[in-house]
């Protein structure tokens, strides 16, 4: 079965709709619509009981089994909080299910659930509300922590007394290793395969529990003393000698030399955040930890599991900005270094492991850190540990520990017993950390406002509709000195902002609001100063994508006339000027990109060098604006599809292009989407008079349009992430292509560029396709558009192959995707408004 099947999905709606009509659900369990008005979105409330339905497609070449998957009430269009049960159904089997406070704020935010998806498949789920949680599901997980009462402090140890379960534990000044007060010595966690335990006390050493059955047991390690766990006994062992160590994927600092662990710390706190069936979490506390002289901060870190895996995941963040913060593993004698592909797209997971008869019954054991490669500054060791230094993103790491026992217990997901199967296993994790599972989720909230007939109203309302609900989520926060939440980052002055801002001013043009017209202001504005310097902009990169926002600047010079902004748009236009090119005269796509063209950078440079011609020259030079396009068509165009490929190497050096062509390998739907609106936006500017050069863009735009419209997915109306490969393995549909090639045949029609009676119904086609596949419909009104490929290049890492293209994080409401959004449908309102 190919991803995605197309009758699947058509089912998938039918049954969805039908479950929103039907006057009862048949599905034991399932409430009626009555009995859920209080917590459900109005759109819902009247209807039965059906919340979403899911499909589940698996991108690897392998099976994936207890996948776990986590849908947040948001998303699935509940209230936050949503407080009655949910049901999740494949076919007529009902999967258990936990409601999870994933972000430890202490409210539930969402579901998890764990589903097998074999190589090649497709699941279909069916999400409900449920009368009840059903029938009782088995324990996979458990984190817990237990301290002594009814005894007293005898100097450093507790004396007497008995073992008391607790959420949370307050660490007493007296307590110190060995002090016989709390049981194992720290918080544990556990899944049905490993258990792990963390010293609460200045070691900080992680400890491995290996597990001789699939039940629960750390309920019962430690009740009888120290000792009893460092014997086999029925349940496992102690597997692991932490020494002065972190142990198995603790976390520290690296001070140039040496880890220092979280030792020097004024106070510790334990709370157990989650204890459910298939999730389990803890988290740490650790206030006024001193790693080196002079510098203090506190530490918080969660440490979460879910069933049918051996991987903790870590999220650790200081209150302080402390680079060289650290993951590592101990570094037993005997025992071989297992370092993952770092040769990699940053956003891909790698790893660091050991292999070996390190356990301490003999046994061969793994243990691992996984993380994503950008935020591996530096794999090094010392004297007792191997060492991923990592790189804090917001002041945060986040990584992944794991450890397999060679007398693990049985069960389908092992044991592992030689380096050779470790090796595999630890790149097999790497890959579903990578690539999740890929999902398409319908939800009723969304059904229910998207399927309206589409008129030219509807389209603007959208577009007002996600730039309110952007406003209200981080479109501020692009501004100079906030900061990207999609990527982590200080904001700065490059392309997205200035699509997102030039899609605020167009919508503002046919629906004027303040809010929008400050917006632009308040942005923009804050990277330009008094001088005309622009702040985070750096010319001497010589990067094309830092033109792009110089349109929505020459936009506000043409009105505001401040001599600013003029000499701020004149230092990009320099820019042009020196910028390094191919002997055909195309720009690089960056300085650290030599010799190199992407379809990319059309959209980035050339409608800016239009723009600026024609505004600040008497005589435009149409040529030199024309010439991008030419040596792209000449150079990255497939003549046997019309496809044009992402990129090429004029120099044939980069191990992503073909030797004999210079051209990368794929045809990449958002590459083509640059210039598709290229095309369009360039031709504003172009005069009039300019016919020959005109001519040459109309003809581009007629020859591309009936290939875009070859491509579109018939079922959908919608693009795929590679092109040409609908179906494939790992493939899917991607939202920011389908807005861009949306937004292109909209004004393209508007624009008289393409005859209305051959595109009108592709563009509504494609708009239509657009809410049905990727408008998200939340309980507070605002919408969300998803899956978004949030970034695609070549070269550091990016090897152009299929698989590299299928690796790219997939993302909610990235700029790329909701400023053609908005921008698409300023378009199809004005259409639809002509045709009315």
Avoid at 247 to 274: L, M, N, P
Avoid at 501 to 512: G, I, R, S, W
Avoid at 617 to 623: F, K, T
Wanted: glycine letters at 8%; hydrophobic letters at 35%; one cysteine or more.
């Amino acid at each position: 079965m190919k991803l995605f099947d197309k009758s699947i999905r058509t089912s998938s709606l039918s049954a969805l709709a039908f479950a929103l009509t039907a006057a009862t659900l048949t599905a034991c369990g399932e409430k009626s619509a009555e009995s859920i008005a209080d917590n459900a979105p109005a759109a819902v409330a009247e209807k039965p009981g059906a919340i979403a339905t899911l499909e589940l497609s698996n991108p690897s070449d392998f099976p994936r089994l207890d996948e776990a998957v986590y849908l947040s009430f948001y998303e699935l269009g509940l209230k936050q909080g949503f407080a009655s049960p949910i049901a999740v159904w494949n076919q007529a089997q009902q999967l258990p299910v936990q409601a999870i406070d994933k972000d430890a704020d202490g409210e539930k935010d969402g579901i998890l659930f764990t589903v097998d998806v074999a190589v090649d498949e497709t699941v279909t789920l069916r999400i409900a509300e449920a009368d009840a949680a059903g029938d009782a599901a088995a324990k996979r997980t458990q984190a817990e922590i237990s301290r002594k009462v009814g005894g007293e402090w005898k100097e450093r140890e507790y004396l007497g007394g008995s073992f008391e379960n607790v959420s949370t534990l307050e660490v007493p000044k007296e307590h110190t290793d060995h002090s016989w007060y709390i049981r194992y010595e720290g918080p544990g966690i556990e899944s049905d395969l490993v258990g792990y335990r963390v010293y609460l006390d200045w070691r900080n050493g992680f400890d491995i529990f290996g597990k001789s059955t699939l039940a629960p047991v750390l309920q019962n390690v430690g009740q009888d003393g120290f000792d009893s766990y460092h014997e086999p006994s029925d349940w496992g062992m102690d597997i692991l000698k932490v020494g002065s160590a972190v142990g198995v994927g603790g976390y520290g600092f690296w001070d140039g030399e040496k880890v220092i662990r979280v030792s020097d710390v004024q106070d510790w706190r334990a709370e157990i955040t989650e204890n459910g069936d298939l999730y389990s979490a803890f988290k740490i506390d650790y206030l006024g930890w001193k790693p080196v002289e002079g510098v203090q901060t506190d530490l918080s870190a969660q440490l979460s599991m879910h069933a049918g895996s051996r991987l903790v995941e870590v999220n650790a963040k200081t209150s302080e900005e402390l680079d060289n913060m650290i993951a590592g593993i101990v570094n037993h004698p005997g025992t071989e270094l297992i370092v993952g592909d770092m040769d990699i797209t940053g956003h891909a997971y790698t790893y660091i492991g050991t292999y070996g008869a390190q356990s301490l019954d003999g046994a061969n054991l793994g243990m691992a850190v996984l993380a994503k490669r950008k935020a591996i500054d530096e794999v090094t060791r010392d004297e007792h540990n191997q060492v991923a230094i990592l790189k804090p993103a917001d002041k945060e790491i986040q990584y992944y520990f794991v450890a397999a026992w060679a007398n693990e217990v049985e069960s389908r997901h092992g044991p592992i017993t030689s380096k050779a199967q470790f090796e595999t296993y630890l790149q097999q994790e790497a890959e579903k950390l990578t690539m999740p599972l890929r999902q398409r989720l319908t939800t009723a909230a969304s059904l229910a406002e998207t399927q309206q007939p589409l008129t030219a109203d509807v389209a603007l309302a959208w577009s007002k509709r996600l730039a309110d609900s952007e406003l209200q989520r981080k479109t501020l926060d692009y501004a100079f000195g906030g900061f990207d939440h999609i990527r982590k980052r200080p904001s700065y002055f490059e392309y997205t902002t200035g699509m997102v801002m030039q899609a605020y001013d167009e919508l503002n043009q046919v629906a004027p609001e303040a809010r929008y017209a400050d917006a632009v202001q308040k942005v923009m504005g804050s990277f330009v100063n008094e001088d005309g310097s622009i702040n985070g902009y750096e010319q001497s990169k010589y990067n094309i994508d830092s033109i792009r926002s110089g349109t929505m600047l020459l936009r506000m010079y043409e009105r505001n006339h401040d001599e600013s902004y003029k000499k701020a748009v004149d230092t990009l236009f320099e820019q042009l000027e020196h910028h390094p090119r191919t002997s055909a005269g195309a720009f690089w796509h960056k300085k650290i990109y030599p010799h190199q063209v992407w379809l990319d950078g059309v959209y980035m440079g050339i409608p800016f060098l239009a723009q600026y011609e024609q505004l600040m020259h008497e005589e435009p030079n149409v040529d030199e604006v024309l010439a991008e396009f030419k040596v792209v068509r000449d150079k990255l165009r497939d003549p046997q599809t019309g496809l044009y490929y992402h990129a090429w190497d004029e120099k044939r050096e980069q191990v992503w292009a073909d030797k004999e062509t210079g051209l990368s390998g794929y045809h990449w739907g958002r590459g083509m989407g640059w210039l598709a609106m290229a095309l369009v936006d360039v031709l504003d500017y172009i005069p009039k008079e300019n016919t020959e050069q005109r001519q040459y863009l109309l003809d581009m735009i007629a020859e591309i349009a009936p290939v875009i419209e070859k491509y579109q997915d018939p079922a959908t109306g919608t693009w795929w992430q590679i092109m040409d490969k609908p179906g494939e393995r790992g493939n899917y549909l991607e939202s920011s292509a389908s807005t861009m090639y949306t937004y292109f045949f909209a004004k393209a029609l508007n624009q008289g560029y393409l005859p209305e009676g051959k595109y009108l119904a592709t563009a509504k086609k494609a708009y239509q396709g657009l809410l049905d596949e990727f408008v998200q419909v939340h309980a507070d009104g605002s919408i969300t558009i998803t899956d978004m490929c949030q970034v695609a290049g070549l070269g550091f890492g990016r090897d152009g192959s299929y698989k590299y293209y299928m690796s790219e994080p997939i993302y909610d409401d990235d700029p790329k995707g909701t400023a053609p959004f908005i921008t698409s449908g300023v378009e199809m309102y004005k259409l639809l408004k002509s045709k009315s």
